[in-house]
Nanobody, 119 residues
């Protein structure tokens, strides 16, 4: 069973920072574009940032310049550094492994970690 284990969520004041981490199994991590998504009640899950195996990154417009995604291949870990947090960043954040190998294309999800930005 594929597991993605997230950590690092919590409550922070506006303007503050948090760093999320997600550890995956080596087999999945090495063959996946890794990403962070977020979801608020009543809304669809939305992409925040992704990072491919070659290091290419993609960000949602609203987080560009404030959030940074990075992957540490030796530790099978992807990070999301979130700076200058705003109340509208409040959401449950999910780690995703977009796995591709041969004919297999499968998305694996973590359990989610809650981020609350509030004074």
């Amino acid at each position: 069973q594929v597991q993605l284990v997230e950590s690092g969520g919590g409550q922070v004041q506006p303007g503050g920072s948090l760093r999320l981490s997600c550890v995956a199994s080596e087999t999945v991590f090495s063959r996946s574009t890794m990403g962070w998504y977020r979801q608020t009640p009543g809304n669809e899950r939305e992409m925040v940032a992704t990072i491919a195996n070659n290091g290419a990154t993609n960000y949602a417009g609203g987080v560009q310049g404030r959030f940074t995604i990075d992957r540490e291949n030796a530790k099978n870990t992807v990070y999301l550094q979130m700076n200058s947090l705003k109340p509208e960043d409040t959401a449950v954040y999910y780690c995703c492994a977009e796995y591709e190998f041969a004919w297999v294309h499968q998305n694996y999800w973590g359990q989610g970690t809650k981020v609350t930005v509030s004074s």
